[in-house]
T-cell receptor, first 111, second 112 residues
C-alpha cells in the first residue's frame, strides 16, 4: 500500500506549456516532501523540496504547492522544455530515514 | 569524486542463485540505503543503514540481506533469487538530515 499516491501516470505537454503533477498522502507525521527527477538510465536526482510550514516554494521554472489541510502537494513545471522530459517522483518522509515515493509520472514535452 | 558507484550495472540470474550487488560511496555519508524500482510502483525502500554496524529494514526487506562494515560500502545480498526480484536496484546515500538522497545509476537484475 503506497503511502503517497501520485497522478497522472503520464502526461504530454507542448513546449512552453505547464505540466502539473499531483500527490496525496495520509500520514500527518510526514515533515519533508521532496520531488525527484529521473532521466532514462540514470538514478533519480533531487529537484525541489518543501516542508509543511510553507504553502509554496519556487525554484526557477519549478514550483511546489502544498496544501496541509487537504494533505496534498503538487509540482508545476512552467514553460516546459524538451529537456524536462523525464519521470518525476514525489516523496514524503518523517525524519528522513524512510522515504516513501509515489509511483512516478512520465512527462513528455513535445517541441 | 565518483559519488555513489553501483556494480554490476546488469545481471541475469537463474532462480535460486545468489549474488551481491555492490554499492560504494566516497562522500563520507553516514546514511546509505537500497531501493528497488518497478513499473507503476515507484521506488521502494529495501534496507538502510545510519552508520557502520547499524542496519534496519525498509518497506520490502524479505529476500534481501545487508551488512555495513565500513562507511564506504553497503552491499545488498540476494541469497536465493526469485523472479519477483527482477527489478532495477538503486543505492542512495544522504548527508546529515537535509533529506536529499544521492542515487547511484542503478543495477538492472533479471531473474529467470
Amino acid at each position: 500500500q503506497q503511502q503517497v499516491k501520485q497522478s497522472p501516470q503520464s502526461l504530454i505537454v507542448q513546449k512552453g506549456g505547464i505540466s502539473i503533477i499531483n500527490c496525496a498522502y495520509e500520514n500527518t507525521a510526514f515533515d519533508y516532501f521532496p520531488w525527484y527527477q529521473q532521466f532514462p538510465g540514470k538514478g533519480p536526482a533531487l529537484l525541489i523540496a518543501i516542508r509543511p510550514d510553507v504553502s509554496e516554494k519556487k525554484e526557477g521554472r519549478f514550483t511546489i504547492s502544498f496544501n496541509k489541510s487537504a494533505k496534498q502537494f503538487s509540482l508545476h513545471i512552467m514553460d516546459s522544455q524538451p529537456g524536462d522530459s523525464a519521470t518525476y517522483f514525489c516523496a514524503a518522509t518523517t525524519g528522513g530515514y524512510k522515504l516513501s515515493f509515489g509511483a512516478g509520472t512520465t512527462v513528455t514535452v513535445r517541441a | 569524486n565518483a559519488g555513489v558507484t553501483q556494480t554490476p550495472k546488469f545481471q541475469v540470474l537463474k532462480t535460486g542463485q545468489s549474488m551481491t550487488l555492490q554499492c560504494a560511496q566516497d562522500m563520507n555519508h553516514e546514511y546509505m540505503s537500497w531501493y528497488r524500482q518497478d513499473p507503476g510502483m515507484g521506488l521502494r525502500l529495501i534496507h538502510y543503514s545510519v552508520g557502520a554496524g547499524i542496519t534496519d529494514q525498509g518497506e520490502v526487506p524479505n529476500g534481501y540481506n545487508v551488512s555495513r562494515s565500513t562507511t564506504e560500502d553497503f552491499p545488498l545480498r540476494l541469497l536465493s533469487a526469485a523472479p519477483s526480484q527482477t527489478s532495477v536496484y538503486f543505492c542512495a546515500t544522504r548527508t546529515g538530515n537535509t533529506g536529499e538522497l544521492f542515487f547511484g545509476e542503478g543495477s538492472r537484475l533479471t531473474v529467470l
